[in-house]
């Protein structure tokens, strides 16, 4: 996939570019199949919310599972980063947020550049997030909140909260995110599942907690051209992975096509 120069100008201005309804139902019926049997594992990839059972964050669920694999590979999900650095790139972390019904917690104002360049040394905010929306996103069950060009702010400081959620998270203050949005509002993108939304890893985001009877499941590919890979090892490898490998994209159709196989799926259980 390739995006016009309307939309990149798009980008460069508010930071993210939105596709409601890119993947169609039987795509995502393909990927939320795979759902259960993930939610099912307990493993140090996946992260439950604080005090429940209910996952937060499923981590490599592209090395565990073949739809997750090969939506690692999709040519809608890598074709828009690829064009944007113009050069290759890898997966820097891949991951499916549960945000559950009722159990999903919040995720406060960040930048996910901050935690990549404060904990994994990543040289520049070269890399970025394609993620997609595995059921339909609403205003009651937690959808992500952007602040519309606050990318431009570059690397904001962050402090490193350990305490809030279940998950460490580098933090942006209430000040700064205060003047943030008198400048840019804040937007909330909402559609059915399928949609496809971008945005840049220096894009002030976060989202609130889950309070309807609504799963709010998105994935995650957080993408990086290859001449940025990471310097510091400090963090998991199944958090911030050390493969470099130029992703090739397969097929547009190869989520539904059963003849694309993926050979290697190093993290998969055992059957
Ligand atoms: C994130 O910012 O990494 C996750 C936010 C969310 O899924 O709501
Ligand atoms: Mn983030």
Known sequence: MKLTQ???ERFERDGYLFFPG???????AVLKAQVPSLYA?????????????????VFAAHLMNEGFAKLG???????PAEQLFGEPVYMHQFKVNGKQAFDGDVWQWHQDYGTWQADDDMPDARAMNVSVFLDEVNEFNGPLLFIPGSHKAGALAASHDLSTTSYPLWTIDERTITDLVDRGGIVAPKGP????????????????SNMSPWNRTIVYLSL??????IRRFKRPDYIAHRDFTPITALADDCLTDRSVRIAELPLAQPA
Request: net charge neutral; glycine share 8%.
């Open 6 to 8: 309307e939309q990149i």
């Open 193 to 208: 599942a399928g949609s496809m939304l971008l945005f840049h890893s220096c894009l002030v985001h976060g989202s609130p």
């Open 224 to 229: 990086c051209a290859v001449s940025n890979h």
């Open 73 to 79: 590979r999709h040519p809608r999900m890598i074709g």
């Open 41 to 57: 594992q307990h493993r140090p990839e996946i992260i439950r919310e604080k005090g429940s059972d209910a996952v937060r964050t």
């Open 22 to 28: 890119l993947f169609s139902p039987e795509e995502m």
